[in-house]
Every structure is written in structure tokens, then in C-alpha cells.
């Protein structure tokens, strides 16, 4: 599967194509160094943040325990002071947003830190990265409890419910960077190497056998494909085969045939109230997952009936070149947001060998700075993939 990968890659970026000169491996690399190379010394300047050091007065668990509450919840006005009600899209600006914020910074700085040593070889990028993971997978009074029992809490309702699990979607390139790491013997690593691979292995069981995993992994929606995704990427980090052969399963079997139409529209998130965002959103999280698990074949695939990613990409594609074109209302919230760049235009062109669509990836805005766009655009450095 890599040897096939890596061919498809190089037999790609070497042929001419809607870029402004032929590309080639060291063109993406190029790409990527113009963009990080300004961010090093912000990154190298980021001190450490977890969630033990950001009270959380709602929570009902401890300091060392993640905790956030619902997006779309807010206030009853017929009700004030009781249990919260719903507006599906509508984002409540005063819901506790102190560890989910943490865990996106923490989510964009090492990936990015990995990112920058890898292109340069620089052990300072490393050290840095080490700096973070230390403090929160491994150091007693800083780490977090491996779990997501109190995560998008309902006030008046619960204490955390499973759709929370979706949070640590953000430390996805987390693991990925923490591969690179361990492939590539990375300064420091070697140290606080069993801390963290401890930490995504006790994780990982939670998310497998937990109450709460279990029912995000059987969402039919964004959710179970961003259960999926993490599964994938914390079982790759620490050699979870079983895992790793489950989801593949799981993808090809369950996910693909109930999420995607034969003609590549996906119905469950085109029926929310901010249908283009998480359809780019979802449409993501599915090439990443079919990109770690199978690779260009995997996206490729189509099922008897002809629904498969790479379907789904070449839907979503023509509304992400031109939103004008796109046929539904726009979104509720954030409807200039997007699109960013989006990396399922990179996985699906490089496994159909799209040149166009590789063209519009590099077109679009690879560091949104809105913070909800950024909450839903994981995925962000591609070299932790390639």
C-alpha cells in the first residue's frame, strides 16, 4: 500500500499540471516551508497550556479532567435558570470554551512544530514540540486525565454527553506528529516517548469500550466519521492492528454506504442548518480516514452501488472552486468562513490523479484565523500525511 501511495505521489506531482509550473515532491515541501517558516518563532514562543492550569467552574470533575459544554445550547427565555434548550447551528458565544481552546492550540502547535522540524531538521522545532506533549500527556501536575467523560455538557441536562468526543478530534495530527517522531528518532522523544503512547493507549480504550465512545462510534453522521479518524490515528501511533483493521471495516462497510449517495452528495450533512461547512467537514475527515487507512485505494473505492470519497469529492468540489454555484441556502453561522484549504482536495487528487483539484488546495487559505472555522478544520498539515 505505501509503495503504491508513494508512486501515485511522485507520478503525480511530476507531471504537468494547473499549477503554475510542474510540480514536483520538493513543490509541496516548498509550499509548506513559505507558510510555516514565518510561524517559527510564535511557535518556538508558545509555552505550554493544558487544562489543568484553566478553571472550569461548571465542571463537575476535576483539574486534571477535560470539560466543555454544547455549542448550540442556550438559556429557555420561558424558563430562566433551567435546563438549557437547543438551536441547531446558532453557536452560544457564552458557553465554557477554556479546555476546548486549549486543546486546539495544543492540536495546531506541535503538529506545525513537527512539521517545521521535519522540513528543516532543526532540533530546536523537536525540543519545542517535546516541551508540549510532556505537559500534557505526561507530567503529573499538568497532563489530562485520558478521557472525554464530561465533554459538550448540557447545563440543566447532563455532565458531558458522547457527542463531546468529537473534541479530541483536534489532537488527531497530535498522534500523527507523534509518529513522525518515533519514526525519525526526534530529539527528545526518547524520553517521554512511554508517557505519551501510554496516554493514546489508554485513551484509544476508552474510546473503544467506553459507554460514551461507543455510542459517537455508532453516529451516523460527521460524528462517527470523526470517531472513526481518531481511532485510526491513535491505534496507528501505538500499534493497534486490531484497531486499525476494525475501522478499515468499518469505512468501507458501514460508513461510506450510509453517509454518501451514489452520486456523492452526503444527505445527513446536507440537512443541517450549515450544510456547506459540514459538508466540507465531514467530506475531510472521510479522506483523512480513507487516506491512513487505505491510502489512494481506499478513497477510490466504491461500493456495488457506486458511493465511494472520491465520489463525494468530485460533488463538493465545484462548490468549493465557485460557492456561488452552491445549490442549497447558505449556511447559518460563519457562511464567509469558508472554504479554507480544504485537505480533501489534496487526498482525492492525489488518488485520481486530479491536477485541478491539487490546483484549487494550494489556491485556498491554508491558516483561517475565525476561530469555529478553525474548530472544524483539523487536518492542517499535510506532511504528517505524506
Not at 491513535?234 to 452520486?263: H, M, S, Y
Amino acid at each position: 500500500m505505501l509503495a503504491r501511495r508513494s508512486l501515485l505521489i511522485a507520478a503525480l506531482l511530476a507531471t504537468p499540471a494547473a499549477w503554475a509550473k510542474p510540480p514536483t515532491v520538493a513543490d509541496i515541501r516548498a509550499v509548506e516551508r513559505r507558510r510555516l517558516l514565518p510561524q517559527a518563532s510564535i511557535l518556538l514562543a508558545a509555552a505550554p497550556r493544558t487544562i489543568a492550569t484553566i478553571p472550569a467552574p461548571r465542571s463537575p470533575a476535576g483539574r486534571h479532567d477535560y470539560y466543555s459544554e454544547g455549542d448550540y445550547w442556550w438559556p429557555d427565555p420561558a424558563n430562566p435558570g433551567g435546563p438549557y434548550i437547543r438551536r441547531d447551528g446558532r453557536s452560544n458565544p457564552d458557553k465554557f470554551d477554556g479546555h476546548r481552546d486549549a486543546l486546539i492550540a495544543f492540536g495546531r502547535t506541535v503538529p506545525a512544530l513537527a512539521a517545521l522540524w521535519e522540513l528543516t531538521g532543526e532540533a530546536r522545532f523537536a525540543e519545542a514540540a517535546m516541551r508540549h506533549l510532556a505537559a500534557w500527556f505526561v507530567d503529573p501536575a499538568t497532563r489530562m486525565n485520558p478521557n472525554l467523560n464530561h465533554a459538550q455538557a448540557i447545563i440543566g441536562v447532563n455532565g458531558g454527553r458522547a457527542i463531546g468526543v468529537i473534541d479530541t478530534l483536534q489532537i488527531v495530527e497530535v498522534a500523527r506528529a507523534a509518529t513522525l517522531f518515533a519514526r525519525n528518532d526526534a530529539p527528545g522523544y526518547a524520553a517521554i516517548r512511554a508517557g505519551v503512547e501510554d496516554w493514546f493507549g489508554k485513551y484509544l480504550d476508552w474510546l473503544t469500550t467506553s459507554p460514551f465512545g461507543i455510542e459517537e462510534r455508532d453516529e451516523k453522521n460527521n460524528h462517527g466519521t470523526c470517531w472513526l479518524l481518531q481511532a485510526a490515528s491513535f491505534a496507528a501511533l501505538v500499534g493497534r492492528k486490531d484497531v486499525l483493521a476494525a475501522a478499515r471495516t468499518r469505512l468501507r462497510n458501514i460508513i461510506i454506504p450510509a453517509q454518501i449517495e451514489p452520486d456523492g452528495r452526503q444527505p445527513r450533512e446536507l440537512a443541517r442548518t450549515k450544510p456547506y461547512a459540514y459538508s466540507l467537514f465531514n467530506l475531510d475527515v472521510l479522506a483523512a480516514s480513507a487516506w491512513l487507512l487505505g491510502g489512494p485505494g481506499l478513497i477510490e473505492w466504491k461500493t456495488a452501488d457506486g458511493r465511494s470519497i472520491g465520489g463525494a469529492v468530485a460533488w463538493m468540489t465545484p462548490y468549493i472552486a465557485d460557492k456561488a454555484k452552491w445549490p442549497l441556502p447558505p449556511d447559518v453561522e460563519y457562511w464567509d468562513g469558508f472554504p479554507v484549504r480544504q485537505p480533501s482536495l489534496l487526498f482525492g487528487g492525489i488518488a485520481k490523479q486530479r491536477r485541478d483539484w491539487l490546483d484549487i488546495w494550494q489556491r485556498l487559505d491554508p491558516d483561517p484565523v475565525i476561530g469555529e472555522v478553525v474548530r472544524n478544520y483539523p487536518v492542517r498539515q499535510p506532511l504528517l500525511w505524506l
